[in-house]
């Protein structure tokens, strides 16, 4: 069982997917479909207009990163697919350094000019 936030973005998916050429459809492998299909949220209707970009519409960011998968994987030329890759990569490096200097050891534990209570008095730690 897939959460709501994945059964409706599988569901907007399938409805994206409806207005490709048969061709590009083609490349995803049935595997893929099927996931989509087994786990969309049957009740939750989308309607894609062609005619409009996927954030003029009430495209959800997860279903926005699925397409954007698809087109990785099975649309994309060999550069595209390199600048991709290069970017994910170059932005998955900069969370990791932002993540590494938020939580440093040296810096967790640093109590500079804090109050600390104790028994209900207040000691200022130098």
């Not at 309607?47 to 099975?74: G, M």
Request: charged share 35%.
């Amino acid at each position: 069982m897939v959460s709501i936030e994945y059964a409706n973005a599988y569901s907007e998916v399938l409805g994206i997917l409806k207005y490709i050429s048969k061709e590009d459809y083609e490349k995803i492998p049935n595997s893929k479909i099927e996931l989509f299909e087994t786990n969309q949220n049957k009740d939750y209707i989308f309607e894609y207009n062609p005619n409009k970009t996927l954030d003029e519409q009430n495209v959800s960011k997860r279903a926005k990163a699925i397409i954007a998968i698809l087109f990785r994987d099975y649309w994309a030329t060999k550069i595209q697919k390199e600048k991709i890759i290069s970017k994910q990569n170059y932005d998955r490096m900069k969370l990791e350094e932002e993540k590494k200097a938020k939580y440093n050891s040296d810096n967790l534990f640093k109590n500079d000019d804090k109050k600390i209570v104790m028994d209900n008095t207040e000691k200022v730690k130098n």
